[in-house]
T-cell receptor, first 114, second 111 residues
Framework: GAGVSQSPSNKVTEKGKDVELRCDPI?????LYWYRQSLGQGLEFLIY????????KSGLPSDRFSAERTGGSVSTLTIQRTQQEDSAVYLC????????????FGPGTRLLVL | GENVEQHPSTLSVQEGDSAVIKCTYS??????FPWYKQELGKRPQLIID?????GEKKDQRIAVTLNKTAKHFSLHITETQPEDSAVYFC??????????FGAGTILRVKS
């Protein structure tokens, strides 16, 4: 079946502009995660959605970052007033099992802020 | 909060040799430990995982061991091949359904 998809695959923007990144999880997966991966680095947790519960926003680095998940499916990560340090790959993952389920990753969006 | 440490940061082995990557975690409540492989420019892919009710799991050339008392787990790759070259990440579960990732190990298999 279809895996996790993300769009756009690449995004180049100017400092100060807002960007929106989209994630389509695997159908039926109730949990959705956003991570940030800087060049040559590990995976930094950003935000987690589980069903209808309030999202866990504990990983968001600043109030310029926000995310929504509409209808329990598609999610959008928004970065306002982008800075050069926001340049990274933004990965989305989804999982099925409520407790400690396997996370399946999307291909990521490569964001470059000039 | 949970802290996952991964060693070594880089590992070079000769084709056919074994490779071992080790991770330690701090939260005794962690009960799920996956390993991901990430090739250059690609997404992380799950290669094997283990839950806290078992001590070892094997899948062909890949195995994972878990020592809950010592709070460490390891990835073992036998008969390494050039296509095993990638970055490997360990992770440990926290708060039920979140993962904390290690910093990654760059594995190079020399032919």
């Amino acid at each position: 079946g279809a895996g996790v998809s993300q769009s756009p695959s690449n995004k180049v923007t100017e400092k100060g502009k807002d960007v929106e990144l989209r994630c389509d999880p695997i159908s039926g997966h109730t949990a959705l995660y956003w991570y940030r991966q800087s060049l040559g680095q590990g995976l930094e947790f950003l935000i987690y959605f589980q069903g209808n519960s309030a999202p866990d926003k504990s990983g968001l680095p600043s109030d310029r970052f926000s995310a929504e998940r509409t209808g329990g499916s598609v999610s959008t990560l928004t970065i306002q007033r982008t800075q050069q340090e926001d340049s990274a790959v933004y990965l989305c993952a989804s999982s099925l099992v409520r407790l400690a389920g396997t996370q399946y990753f999307g291909p990521g969006t490569r964001l470059l802020v000039l | 909060g949970e802290n996952v440490e991964q060693h070594p940061s880089t590992l070079s082995v000769q084709e056919g040799d074994s490779a071992v990557i080790k991770c330690t975690y701090s939260d005794s409540a962690s009960n799920y430990f996956p390993w991901y492989k990430q090739e250059l420019g690609k997404r992380p892919q799950l290669i094997i995982d283990i839950r806290s009710n078992v001590g070892e799991k094997k899948d062909q050339r890949i195995a994972v061991t878990l020592n809950k008392t010592a709070k460490h787990f390891s990835l073992h790759i036998t008969e390494t091949q050039p296509e095993d070259s990638a970055v490997y990440f360990c992770a440990a579960s926290i708060e039920g359904n979140k993962l904390v990732f290690g910093a990654g190990t760059i594995l190079r298999v020399k032919s």
